[in-house]
């Protein structure tokens, strides 16, 4: 082992890949940071670039895009409330108002710090637990996976905000726009009505981008005494050792909760994101300010998103089984250099896999360095007028919603979804709890129908197993929870 | 009887709504196929299921603001002032973007950005015109850089198709 370990160093130690290392970090977290773009498509453009380089620097670049673009997506999560990526959706909650208090640079510091621990303990995850973690995934099954999901779903009780009703109203409301498309067993178009554009559903980042990005665009078009002016510098950027210590509980758990649903392959990094920032509200001493600018919203939602970065590497290099779009485009990378990932992989190729730990372990450290030089670059941000910065992100945005699949049909949803934005926006609904319900909804209804086929309709797949019974308890005692939190706040 | 409020008006238009999607969109919108594997829930059956759970979450937003509107007497409500002009200006903005969106194949995607940064530029209030049209042009630019140069992403340029 400590000969296979020296080999991984030799391997790793090279300037070429520390460059692709830094370069891929810098790259995916001004990827990351573009609405339309994400770290799966930053992966796709750099991969034929990596056919003739060595196969461990090829991977270094295309990890550095992967852990990059995680991290960039925060930061205009929370400058301008357009979250990069999916999972940075939640970062917006409380990262935008604290924006709005003149606390960007706490709130940007905070996220690196988070995502920087969170990445850690999730390369941690992946180098130490890697065999264990990879046999538990291996027993979920789709009824496990439903339990999972639904115990997921009750985090939308610690998204509404004061009105439960309208948080269910708002992931229903989700539920029901993931199931536009094709049906997934009988293969027949549900509420397509003929249009081609619909068979392959609603894509995610148009409807992501129209929800929390448009609305803010055409606020900022109203008389100025109706909007909220915010600071345009970084204001105070120090975290103080109160607020660290408030955090760190909701950070550890963040990235706990981060490897678990990473290792599951099929979740990604949203559910751990929001699910992550639900428990810490949950378990805070300052539930009522969750929403409002709460920088431990900030930590606990960035911890979520990042502690999956390590962790969806676990299926893939230990069962050859991608955890998600991203690591599939990684498994052609692996594939292109004639190396099949899976159990043989740690027999095989022993050098590669220790300098791929190596090399991940130094990545938290690049993430630091790269989020550090953005947050310097933020400060510049926040000095540019609404009056020209929002109808910058405006084009942006259309450029990257078209960009998914070179569709039109992805901009008009990006539209109609901006007016459902605007809508909700004015009737008080929150929009956290649509994300979930339609990130959600397909593994929710995919995994239900598989279960019910497996099973020729016996619902008692459901309970049938003890991870099952686990899920089924935790959902029990979330909407407990829930419901009793509810009780104290109105009373 | 104090005047109700927005929230059950809202429940009750959302109620209807998806009541309508429920039991006359759907029917129309999913087909369930003749043969199935009995163990197979039916294309239409989530969707529905979601849709009553829409509908009575709905009726009970009205039925609660209903409820405390008669428990409290609330002093009417007031509204904002140039509630009116925040409307226009939002459906002015999304009558612009609409716009841009069906005539994309004509004026293509870089002209059409120009025109929709410079509306929105306006509608912010900038009014160095100078300023807008140099950094118009200047993200423009980048934009095809980026995404045509770089990306190969296959945008309508409409009249530009020839020049670029």
């Keep these: ?63 550095g895009i992967y852990k990059g673009s995680m991290y960039g997506g925060s930061i205009t999560a929370i400058l301008i409330r357009t979250p990069g990526t999916a999972a940075a ?36 995850s992946l180098i130490l637990f890697t065999g264990f973690i990879a046999s538990m995934a291996l027993k ?46 009988f293969g027949t178009g549900r509420m397509t009505f003929g249009n081609t554009n619909l068979l392959a ?53 963040g990235s706990i909760i981060g490897v678990i649903l990473g290792a599951i392959p099929g979740i990604g990094a949203a559910p751990a994101a929001y699910l992550s920032y639900s428990e810490a509200k949950r378990y805070s001493k300052h539930k009522e300010t969750f929403g409002k600018g709460e920088i431990e919203g900030v930590a606990a939602a960035e911890a979520g ?79 540019v007028p609404s ?3 929002f109808p910058v992100i405006l084009p942006i945005c259309i450029f990257g919603a078209y960009s998914i699949n070179n569709n039109p049909f992805d901009i ?80 | 009887m104090t005047k109700l409020n927005t929230d059950f008006w809202l429940g009750l238009l959302l109620a209807i709504f998806f009541g309508s999607v429920s039991y006359f969109l759907i029917p129309i919108g999913i087909t369930n196929p003749v043969a199935h594997d009995p163990g197979a829930i039916l294309p239409r059956t989530y969707p529905q299921i979601v849709m009553i759970c829409c509908t009575l979450l709905a009726l009970s937003i009205s039925l609660k603001s209903l409820y405390l509107s008669l428990r409290h007497t609330n002093a009417a409500e007031t509204t904002a002032c140039g509630i009116f002009s925040k409307a226009c200006l939002s459906a002015l903005g999304f009558g612009v973007l609409l716009a841009f969106y069906f005539y994309i194949e004509e004026i293509g995607m870089i002209i059409g950005g120009f025109i929709i940064y410079a509306f929105f530029s306006i509608l912010s209030g900038e009014r160095n015109f100078i300023r807008l049209i140099i950094i118009d042009s200047i993200l423009m630019s980048l934009l095809y850089l980026f995404f045509v140069s770089i990306m190969n992403a296959p945008i309508p340029l409409g009249p530009l198709n020839e020049i670029l």
């Design chain 1, 412 to 491: 008009l949803v990006m539209i109609i979804m901006g007016i459902v934005g605007c809508l909700m926006n004015t009737f008080k609904i929150p929009e956290a709890p649509f994300l979930i319900g339609f990130i959600l909804g397909p593994l929710f209804e995919d995994n239900l129908r598989r279960s019910m086929l497996m099973s020729h309709g016996n619902i008692s797949i459901l309970w049938s197993t003890p991870i099952c019974w686990f899920f089924i308890a935790l959902t029990i005692f979330s909407i407990y929870i829930t419901i009793k939190n509810g009780k104290q706040l109105s009373g």
């Design chain 1, 140 to 185: 979920f099954g789709p009824a496990e996976f439903f339990g999972l999901i639904v115990f997921s779903l009750t985090i939308v009780g610690g998204l509404s905000g004061s009105s439960l009703l309208k948080g269910l109203l708002s992931a229903s409301l989700g539920l029901f726009l993931a199931t536009i498309g094709m049906d997934i067993v």
């Design chain 1, 201 to 253: 559903g609603l894509s995610f980042i148009p409807v992501l981008i129209g929800l929390f990005a448009i609305p803010q665009i055409i606020k900022s078009t109203w008389p100025k005494n109706t909007v909220t002016e915010f600071e345009d510098h970084l204001g105070d950027d120090k975290i103080s050792w109160q607020e660290w210590c408030r955090s760190f509980k909701s950070i550890v758990r």
């Design chain 1, 89 to 124: 959706s939640c970062t917006v909650i409380d990262g935008y108002p604290l924006v709005q208090q003149g606390k960007a640079g706490k709130a940007l510091r905070m996220a690196l710090y988070s995502s920087c621990f969170a990445d850690a303990v999730s390369n941690l």
């Design chain 1, 1 to 63: 082992m400590i000969e296979s370990i020296l080999s991984g160093l030799a391997l790793i130690a090279t300037w070429e890949n520390v460059l692709a290392l830094f370069s891929g970090m810098l790259g995916g977290v001004v990827i990351g940071a573009l609405p339309g773009l994400t770290g799966a498509m930053g992966i796709t453009l750099a991969l034929p670039f990596t056919f003739y380089m060595e196969p461990i620097t090829s991977l270094m670049l295309l990890l």
């Design chain 1, 387 to 389: 009056k020209i910065l």
């Design chain 1, 305 to 383: 998103n990042n502690g999956v970065c390590g962790a969806t590497l676990i299926p893939l290099l230990a069962l050859g089984v991608p955890g998600d779009v991203t690591t599939a485009v990684m498994l052609g990378a692996f594939m292109m250099h004639n190396i099949i990932p899976g159990p043989q992989l740690f027999e095989e190729h022993s050098d590669l896999v220790y300098a791929l730990y190596l090399g991940i372990m130094l990545s938290s450290f690049f993430l630091y360095i790269c989020g550090a030089a953005c947050i310097k670059i933020g400060a510049k941000i926040t000095k």
